[in-house]
């Protein structure tokens, strides 16, 4: 399965995946709680230079986060256009900061991390008979999954508009759910296959 991960190590790589897991968390809901434009600029600047300051691998992933800045703009246009500017960069700013922390964890992370995390965090709903294994597993593939369908949407993108000149916008979403069940089922049998069933 795709994913972000960075094999060239970096400052980050060094530190272990429950604290990274636990500031990315913490720093999220402070996103939100922060409404001062002042307070989520410097935030966001902070946290790009951060970003920036992972080297190679960090530039080797900007181009993936094209998406996020056109849909930050048209948030903030959209606010502007309703009345609301202010509101709109607010709202941008904590789009574009989130993402840059998550793709943070994502380049700095390893997959089976970031399962062990997820199992000891689930692990006292044992005493409730839930399989904690399983359900860390589940939402670790949905986390790394949204790299493989961001990945297929770009290529989906590319490929339109190569032949047209234009993006693919919504045309796209029938293709692209056609794939996310191929790559679902492929997964699926992989896991079969893994756990012998």
Same mark, same amino acid.
């Given at each position: 399965?795709?994913?972000?991960?960075?094999?060239?190590?970096?400052?980050?790589?060094?530190?272990?995946?429950?604290?990274?897991?636990?500031?990315?968390?913490?720093?999220?809901?402070?996103?939100?709680?922060?409404?001062?434009?002042?307070?989520?600029?410097?935030?966001?600047?902070?946290?790009? !230079? #951060?970003?920036?300051?992972? $080297? %190679?691998? @960090?530039?080797?992933?900007?181009?993936? *986060? =094209?998406?996020?800045? &056109?849909?930050?703009?048209?948030?903030?246009?959209?606010?502007?256009?309703?009345?609301?500017?202010?509101?709109?960069?607010?709202?941008?700013?904590?789009?574009?900061?989130?993402?840059?922390?998550?793709?943070?964890?994502?380049?700095?992370?390893?997959?089976?991390?970031?399962?062990?995390?997820?199992?000891?965090?689930?692990?006292?709903?044992? !005493? #409730?008979?839930?399989?904690? $294994? %399983?359900? @860390?597993?589940?939402?670790?593939?949905? *986390? =790394?999954?949204?790299? &493989?369908?961001?990945?297929?949407?770009?290529?989906?993108?590319?490929?339109?508009?190569?032949?047209?000149?234009?993006?693919?916008?919504?045309?796209?979403?029938?293709?692209?759910?056609?794939?996310?069940?191929?790559?679902?089922?492929?997964?699926?049998?992989?896991?079969?296959?893994?756990?012998?069933?």
């Amino acid at each position: 399965m795709l994913s972000l991960y960075a094999a060239q190590k970096t400052w980050l790589h060094r530190v272990a995946a429950g604290p990274k897991l636990a500031s990315l968390c913490v720093l999220g809901t402070g996103l939100l709680l922060v409404g001062d434009l002042r307070w989520l600029l410097g935030g966001c600047a902070m946290v790009l !230079a #951060l970003f920036v300051s992972l $080297g %190679r691998p @960090a530039w080797r992933a900007l181009p993936r *986060l =094209r998406a996020v800045v &056109v849909m930050a703009v048209l948030i903030a246009a959209f606010h502007a256009w309703v009345g609301s500017p202010a509101l709109g960069v607010v709202s941008a700013l904590r789009l574009v900061t989130g993402i840059l922390l998550a793709t943070m964890l994502t380049l700095t992370t390893r997959f089976d991390d970031l399962l062990d995390v997820l199992e000891s965090l689930l692990r006292p709903l044992q !005493a #409730l008979g839930i399989p904690t $294994g %399983r359900l @860390a597993l589940a939402l670790a593939l949905v *986390l =790394r999954f949204i790299d &493989v369908f961001h990945g297929q949407w770009q290529r989906l993108d590319d490929a339109h508009r190569a032949r047209t000149g234009r993006g693919g916008g919504l045309r796209l979403l029938a293709p692209l759910t056609l794939r996310t069940l191929q790559t679902a089922d492929r997964v699926a049998d992989a896991l079969a296959a893994r756990l012998g069933r």
